[in-house]
């Protein structure tokens, strides 16, 4: 069996192929970088502080909060963490954390239809929506999640496939402002 593709590599997928690629093939070349560990810290932060809201931001009153939760979903493919998952009435919706203030993104999108395909195999609910919480300004962004958005999870995990079996360096991003902070910014001599 070909090995699972993660939500964030969908993410990054979105955002730049190449760092699929590099993650997936030259896991060794990975290093941390300044704005991982900012987020990372930022995430942990937020975690705690999400106990003692109430779930009237999201519009979910009665519902669950579901943290740590590492999921799979074998026919999809995939596997991933959401940071929160919020439950109830045969419902629910992933919630990312995101340490950024612009808009949300087209990778953003990516990772929470990709959460919400594998809550929905992996916990036999419905997802029709998920949610941003932009930590800087505290926050909460809809997205809504429909069959286009479970189409696009599909064909990027298939696309992936064909990039792992071919062991092909995808195209770089369009975006060079992408590339300043990027981990792997060195192999991209082509961009430089």
Not at 90 to 113: C, I, S, W, Y
């Amino acid at each position: 069996m070909a090995e699972r593709i993660t939500a964030g590599e969908l993410k990054n997928w979105a955002y730049c192929r190449r760092i699929v690629f590099y993650r997936r093939h030259m896991r060794e070349a990975s290093r941390e970088t300044f704005k991982m560990r900012e987020g990372i810290a930022a995430q942990e932060l937020v975690e705690r502080l999400e106990m003692r809201r109430t779930l009237l931001e999201y519009g979910l009153l009665g519902w669950q909060r579901r943290f740590g939760l590492w999921l799979t979903a074998p026919r999809a493919g995939l596997a991933g963490k959401p940071d929160l998952i919020l439950q109830g009435d045969g419902e629910a919706a992933p919630v990312d954390f995101k340490l950024t203030t612009g808009p949300v993104g087209e990778n953003h999108r990516m990772q929470l239809a990709a959460y919400a395909v594998l809550i929905e195999e992996a916990l036999a609910v419905t997802v029709r929506r998920a949610f941003l919480y932009r930590i800087p300004d505290d926050r909460v962004f809809v997205v809504e999640i429909g069959e286009r958005e479970k189409e696009a999870i599909a064909a990027a995990a298939e696309a992936i496939g064909r990039m792992d079996e071919l062991e092909m360096l995808p195209e770089a991003t369009d975006t060079v402002a992408r590339c300043r902070e990027c981990e792997y910014a060195n192999y991209c001599g082509d961009v430089w």
